[in-house]
């Protein structure tokens, strides 16, 4: 992060340079105004074509790395532009959609143009030029293998020792949290606005046990697995490039089977615990605990979008699938967001962190059970209506559950 910085600050009085002699700068080249903004808030430089490629398109990896592109496609990476939720976010607030899109879209050859400056100062109020580098068609891959994959004319990997038909160079800082954190920390508030910037993931992680012990993004993200960098190559160590993450999927997945697989290779962060007997007291009172624990989340569960919950219910039911009793506990934030942005509640889990959750009752007459559930919810109902959301776009999805009969 620090390097990338220094190469931007390093690089900016040339183009500076450049404009005061009437000269253009290069078509790679950011405004100087970047270099002023947060990290999050900058887009990634232009790229031009590794050698031995003919574009900078996934699908032209894809001819090649074919398992690699049939994962990515089902990814909230491929869909980060596309994503319904974020189109409506930059809609309803269209001038500060400058401040977002970076992180969608990382790389200058998918913005359609640059900020080179802002009118008194107002995030809202941005003034920019064309991009002549600008590809309408990579910006729509959104966040694409060459997102992360290409600097400087070759194609980088985290571990080397490859044969490519194309330019390629080791990057071990591709297995770093730091190179996911330019996106997945981004914190900001814009004074006088009704709007902040609040993915805190970075800083949640490392103040918890996985980082202490050592355990990266990547290692729960990318979960390695055994196979052939490119079809006929060599078996080695490969990151899966699905990024599961909560389970829920964004809705433009192609490839469904696949996707539940991937799914199915990382268990979710939040884990259901309790006895499978429940005893009935006397007179039939009926106490059943419940403990609701991040068990695998390296980060505040859920984390990222302030909207996101876990969502857990207690129930009893009935033979006939009635609900006889229920206990319901969301765990998330809780904002206001005018006149001002304010975070009123935070009953998120940390990393290890459990609460008990606990469901009395009387016990019904004849026969009953008691199941429990976990579900994570990207955006409530409310707020996806107010967004005019299609009703097919996922909103929230069952990750634990658990059963348990009652005994005399």
Request: net charge positive.
């Amino acid at each position: 992060m620090k390097k990338l910085a220094l190469a931007v600050l390093v690089a900016l009085p040339c183009a500076a340079a450049a404009w005061l002699a009437g000269c253009a700068p290069s078509r790679d080249a950011l405004p100087a105004f970047y270099a002023s903004r947060p990290v999050f808030e900058q887009p990634f430089a232009g790229q031009r074509v590794p050698k031995g490629l003919k574009s900078l398109s996934a699908a032209e990896c894809g001819t090649c790395h074919v398992a690699i592109y049939r994962e990515w496609r089902q990814s909230v990476h491929a869909q980060a532009w596309a994503d319904p939720q974020f189109r409506a976010e930059l809609a309803k607030q269209p001038g500060v959609s400058w401040l977002c899109i970076n992180c969608h879209t990382p790389l200058v050859n998918q913005l359609d143009s640059l900020v080179v400056r802002l009118e008194g100062d107002d995030v809202e109020r941005p003034v920019k030029r064309a991009n002549p580098s600008y590809d309408a068609a990579l910006r729509d891959e959104a966040i694409t293998c060459a997102s992360c994959h290409v600097r400087d004319g070759a194609v980088e990997g985290p571990f080397g020792g490859t044969k490519a038909p194309h330019a390629t160079r080791r990057n071990p800082a591709l297995r770093s949290a730091e190179f996911c954190l330019r996106c997945h920390q981004a914190v900001q508030a814009y004074p006088g606005k009704t709007f902040v910037c609040t993915f805190d993931t970075g800083n949640e992680w490392k103040a918890g046990p996985f980082a202490a012990a050592g355990t990266v993004c990547q290692d729960c993200h990318m979960p390695p697995v055994e196979r052939a960098l490119v079809e006929g190559g060599p078996v080695r160590r490969v990151g899966m490039h699905g990024w599961i993450g909560s389970h829920l999927r964004k809705g433009s997945e192609t490839n469904l089977a696949l996707w539940d697989s991937l799914a199915a290779s990382r268990p979710p962060g939040v884990e259901l615990r309790a006895d499978s007997l429940v005893r009935v007291g006397a007179g039939g009172a009926v106490e059943w605990s419940v403990r609701v624990v991040n068990a695998n989340a390296g980060h505040m569960l859920p984390t990222g979008d302030p909207e996101r919950a876990v969502i857990v219910t207690l129930a009893a039911i009935g033979a006939g699938g009635d609900t006889l009793a229920r206990e319901q506990v969301r765990f998330g934030q809780k904002w206001e967001w005018w006149p001002a942005p304010k975070k009123l509640a935070d009953e998120r889990l940390a990393p290890g962190a459990e609460r008990m959750i606990t469901l009395c009752l009387r016990a019904p007459r004849g026969p009953w059970r008691l199941a429990a559930t976990a579900v994570n919810e990207r955006i409530s109902d409310a707020n996806a209506d107010f967004h005019r959301l299609p009703e097919s776009y996922p909103r929230r999805v069952e990750v634990a559950r658990i059963e348990a009969r009652p005994r005399p």
